[in-house]
């Protein structure tokens, strides 16, 4: 079946996140912002993913004790924040390009090493 952006996403460790709005229709030059929210956990590393057409997930990148990391392909366009407190993390990038529709998703977990675990889905 095909996974909703308002779906949980959990890892290996855990971590159970939760994220907001579940789905949001925006204007070319309008600003989304995404939310996500571990409850349980205050894991230092929060990353987001974009799944498109029903492809694989790709890192859009990470953030990491507040200090964000971006993957080459989404620097120019996206943005990653991170609360103090480790719990809140937010996503925001202006609608420009169809390769931005998609389903994003945000996971939480330990340590530094982000491409250490694989994903799983649950």
């Given at each position: 079946?095909?996974?909703?952006?308002?779906?949980?996403?959990?890892?290996?460790?855990?971590?159970?996140?939760?994220?907001?709005?579940?789905?949001?229709?925006?204007?070319?030059?309008?600003t989304v912002s995404l939310r996500c929210y571990q409850k349980?956990?205050?894991?230092?590393?929060?990353?987001?993913?974009?799944?498109?057409h029903q492809g694989g997930l790709t890192?859009?990148?990470?953030?990491?004790?507040?200090?964000?990391?971006?993957?080459?392909?989404?620097?120019?366009?996206?943005?990653?924040?991170?609360?103090?407190?480790?719990?809140?993390?937010?996503?925001?990038?202006?609608?420009?390009?169809?390769?931005?529709?998609?389903?994003?998703?945000?996971?939480?977990?330990?340590?530094?090493?982000?491409?250490?675990?694989?994903?799983?889905?649950?």
């Amino acid at each position: 079946g095909s996974l909703s952006p308002s779906l949980c996403l959990c890892l290996s460790l855990g971590a159970l996140v939760t994220q907001s709005p579940g789905t949001v229709t925006a204007r070319e030059g309008e600003t989304v912002s995404l939310r996500c929210y571990q409850k349980d956990t205050d894991y230092q590393t929060m990353l987001w993913y974009l799944q498109r057409h029903q492809g694989g997930l790709t890192l859009i990148g990470y953030v990491l004790m507040s200090s964000p990391t971006m993957e080459t392909d989404f620097k120019p366009d996206y943005n990653i924040t991170q609360t103090k407190d480790k719990k809140n993390s937010s996503l925001e990038f202006s609608i420009g390009k169809a390769a931005q529709e998609g389903a994003y998703y945000c996971a939480a977990r330990e340590g530094h090493s982000v491409r250490e675990r694989q994903i799983s889905q649950t």
